[in-house]
């Protein structure tokens, strides 16, 4: 396949381009579903002009309906999305990204999702149905998981399934709350994922930011300590990275504390852990919820971040050694990787 593919490039240059975009398009509707075509060129970063002849040939095709309340994906346009699947990670170049993030990053796996999703919506909800489908493939019976907030970790939950792996399954939060959106929330996410999957959840109903004093009230409190006796034994655990001053912006930290960050170097955030970009710890929050050393000791770790801006929070955390599986996208490996040719 790929000698096939290396011949196509070289006879027919523009016809992998052309496929990319049509695939991409495809993939978009299909995640955004039912949409406008003014809203599919501002998801696509493309004018309703250039977007017009691609969606009549789609139209044309049987791959998609075109109605008043948008555009959506026929019975055809899925089936050629499920059947091109296995060929894009070669066809578009993911496999190499994904290869060589490996060998940098030295983690067991990656995969590279099309896109960048600092720029397009329908990308995080592209790294949400590889995570979901990646966790699925880990999970065992009788599992507990932890499981961290955050947009990237919600959209895994939009893309679960039920599936017997898992019967017996508990998921519970890694930590408490931001005091954000309710539906980005630990507790959210792992009830979310329970509803889906037909496992069960736990809560842990505490802020994610405590002083020292309200820490220790609450680690006394018995349904608290349930909830940490059950993360000792996480074996997999799935999270987001973060960028440090965007997560710290978002506690709410002062402008003093944020000031002490940057000149700390901060650049990445996970399980209320700051990182520089060697990976060294220079902040570590008082909380509640999985602690660094007990993610070192869960069997997966599953984490998943995309877009170009979270390039050196993704090499800094990696440097922690402790994931065995990346999910990323194209704007956030090549940036990776760009970074270190210099």
Same mark, same amino acid.
């Given at each position: 396949?790929?000698?096939?593919? !290396?011949? %196509? ?24 579903q039912?949409? =406008? +075509? ?11 002009r ?11 095709t049987?791959? $998609? #309906?075109?109605?008043a309340?948008g555009?959506?994906?026929t019975?055809?346009?899925? +089936?050629?999305?499920?059947?091109? !699947?296995p060929? @894009? ?24 999702? /099309?896109g ?20 699925? %493939? ?13 947009t ?5 939950? #939009?893309?679960? @399934? ?13 930590r ?11 507790n @959210?996410?792992a ?6 999957t =037909? ?16 820490? /220790?009230?609450?680690?006394? !409190?018995?349904?608290?300590?349930d ?13 987001? $990275? ?22 700390? =170097? ?24 999985? /602690?660094?050393?007990?993610?070192? %000791? ?7 971040? =995309? ?5 050196k929070a $993704? ?8 994931q ?16 270190n040719?210099?």
């Amino acid at each position: 396949m790929q000698r096939f593919i !290396e011949m %196509q490039q070289k006879l027919l240059p523009d016809l992998i381009a052309v496929m990319r975009e049509r695939y991409m398009l495809l993939r978009s509707i299909s995640h955004l579903q039912p949409i =406008g +075509r003014r809203a599919l060129a501002q998801a696509m970063q493309t004018t309703e002009r250039i977007l017009r002849a691609e969606v009549e040939l789609l139209k044309d095709t049987g791959l $998609i #309906h075109v109605t008043a309340a948008g555009m959506t994906l026929t019975e055809e346009g899925h +089936r050629v999305l499920e059947e091109m !699947e296995p060929l @894009t990670a070669d066809l578009f170049g993911l496999t190499e990204l994904a290869e060589q993030l490996q060998r940098l990053l030295g983690i067991s796996q990656v995969v590279v999702v /099309q896109g960048d999703a600092d720029h397009s919506a329908w990308v995080k909800e592209e790294l949400g149905r590889v995570g979901a489908r990646l966790l699925k %493939q880990y999970i065992h019976e009788d599992d507990i998981v932890a499981v961290t907030g955050g947009t990237s970790v919600a959209s895994v939950a #939009h893309h679960l @399934t039920p599936a017997p792996s898992f019967r017996g399954v508990q998921f519970v939060p890694a930590r408490g709350g931001l005091g954000e959106r309710v539906e980005l929330q630990a507790n @959210t996410l792992a009830s979310a994922m329970a509803a889906k999957t =037909g496992s069960s959840y736990r809560l842990l109903h505490v802020p994610d930011r405590l002083r020292p004093d309200a820490l /220790q009230t609450l680690m006394d !409190e018995p349904q608290v300590q349930d909830v940490l006796a059950l993360l000792q034994h996480t074996r997999l655990v799935i999270h987001g $990275i973060g960028d440090a001053l965007a997560m710290a912006k978002r506690r709410n930290y002062t402008e003093a504390e944020l000031a002490e960050l940057k000149a700390a =170097g901060a650049v990445s955030e996970a399980f209320g852990y700051y990182f520089n970009a060697a990976g060294e710890t220079v902040h570590r929050m008082p909380t509640i919820g999985l /602690q660094l050393e007990d993610v070192k %000791q869960a069997e997966t770790v599953l984490s998943i971040a =995309g877009g170009e801006s979270k390039a050196k929070a $993704i090499l800094s955390f990696a440097k922690q050694s402790c994931q065995n599986v990346l999910i990323t996208d194209e704007g956030a490996a090549r940036a990776i990787l760009s970074s270190n040719r210099l």
